[in-house]
């Protein structure tokens, strides 16, 4: 009898699409999902999030998939437990499923990231997103650029900045990000003028050239980085990357599993 798998998915913070689509991705492959609420967990008793890693692996999972509030969250487990654990969030620092399946999304656009002209545009300073996707679409050959409101820029990351008024004349790619409130010390943004300011208004989105795209990580605040009226609009592919968001997990799962080798005993059972 090959050997049942579990997924233990640790949601510290809150999340819909990369918990569910992570929760599908381990379901289609065949894997055990453990069911935890970090709100009637023992992590309200105090317990760490070491400690609540180090019982799941008491326990029997075979891989866990975290998100957590803090950016570095990661260190203190890699060295200590004997299984994949995949980043699904880790505070403002990064969030590397979230980028590949926006690059998976591009991909299928353009076949190319070479010369892509690529702006992402919001509340830079403190995106996760923005974080893992500027460096892996610099890496691949894209032309990155960011907008952001005046106290959204991140200076520690060197990449010129645009106007939106210039990004949309120039983007074949503009990812929106919503102005993370969580992680602001304090309210930094006036909200009603933002979209007038600084989202993506109809008349802008009139200036994108005909073949540019709209990405959003989702969640979506309607009326403040975005119209409302084009979140489902012919250029948007943000549903398109909720869809891809599942595949590319299931991809990642698969291939960490198969550097664990544990991904036979998925094979068998499902001969
Ligand atoms: N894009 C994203 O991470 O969404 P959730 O917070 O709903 O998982």
Redesign the pocket.
């Given at each position: 009898m090959p050997r049942q798998l579990f997924a233990a998915n640790l949601f510290f913070?809150?999340?819909?699409?990369?918990?569910?689509?992570f929760v599908v991705a381990e379901r289609k492959l065949g894997i055990e999902t453990l069911d935890f609420q970090m709100e009637s967990s023992s992590v309200v008793k105090g317990e760490s999030l070491y400690d609540t890693a180090k019982t799941c692996e008491a326990i029997g999972a075979s891989m866990m998939v975290i998100?957590h509030q803090d950016d570095d969250w990661y260190k203190e487990l890699t060295n200590n437990l004997s299984m994949p654990i995949i980043n699904?969030?880790a505070g403002k620092g990064e969030?590397p499923t979230?980028s590949m399946l926006d690059l998976l999304t591009i991909y299928q656009e353009y076949g190319t990231f070479s010369g892509l002209k690529v702006v992402i545009a919001g509340d830079i300073s403190h995106s996760r997103?923005a974080h893992s996707n500027a460096y892996a679409l610099q890496t691949l050959g894209a032309e990155v650029y960011f907008a952001a409101a005046p106290g959204f820029e991140d200076m520690s990351m060197d990449f010129p900045y645009l106007s939106i008024d210039e990004a949309v004349e120039v983007c074949d790619v503009l990812m929106l990000l919503r102005i993370q409130h969580e992680r602001h010390s304090r309210k930094s943004c006036d909200t009603f003028s933002y979209l007038e300011k600084y989202g993506l208004t109809r008349e802008r989105e009139q200036k994108m050239k005909a073949h540019a795209i709209i990405l959003h990580?989702?969640?979506v605040n309607r009326g403040v980085e975005i119209d409302s009226c084009l979140v489902e609009c012919p250029r948007s592919r943000i549903f398109k990357q909720?869809e891809n968001?599942v595949y590319i997990r299931m991809a990642i799962i698969q291939t960490l599993l198969q550097e664990w080798g544990m991904y036979h005993e998925i094979a068998l059972e499902k001969c």
């Amino acid at each position: 009898m090959p050997r049942q798998l579990f997924a233990a998915n640790l949601f510290f913070e809150p999340s819909t699409r990369t918990k569910m689509s992570f929760v599908v991705a381990e379901r289609k492959l065949g894997i055990e999902t453990l069911d935890f609420q970090m709100e009637s967990s023992s992590v309200v008793k105090g317990e760490s999030l070491y400690d609540t890693a180090k019982t799941c692996e008491a326990i029997g999972a075979s891989m866990m998939v975290i998100r957590h509030q803090d950016d570095d969250w990661y260190k203190e487990l890699t060295n200590n437990l004997s299984m994949p654990i995949i980043n699904a969030g880790a505070g403002k620092g990064e969030h590397p499923t979230q980028s590949m399946l926006d690059l998976l999304t591009i991909y299928q656009e353009y076949g190319t990231f070479s010369g892509l002209k690529v702006v992402i545009a919001g509340d830079i300073s403190h995106s996760r997103v923005a974080h893992s996707n500027a460096y892996a679409l610099q890496t691949l050959g894209a032309e990155v650029y960011f907008a952001a409101a005046p106290g959204f820029e991140d200076m520690s990351m060197d990449f010129p900045y645009l106007s939106i008024d210039e990004a949309v004349e120039v983007c074949d790619v503009l990812m929106l990000l919503r102005i993370q409130h969580e992680r602001h010390s304090r309210k930094s943004c006036d909200t009603f003028s933002y979209l007038e300011k600084y989202g993506l208004t109809r008349e802008r989105e009139q200036k994108m050239k005909a073949h540019a795209i709209i990405l959003h990580p989702a969640p979506v605040n309607r009326g403040v980085e975005i119209d409302s009226c084009l979140v489902e609009c012919p250029r948007s592919r943000i549903f398109k990357q909720m869809e891809n968001g599942v595949y590319i997990r299931m991809a990642i799962i698969q291939t960490l599993l198969q550097e664990w080798g544990m991904y036979h005993e998925i094979a068998l059972e499902k001969c």
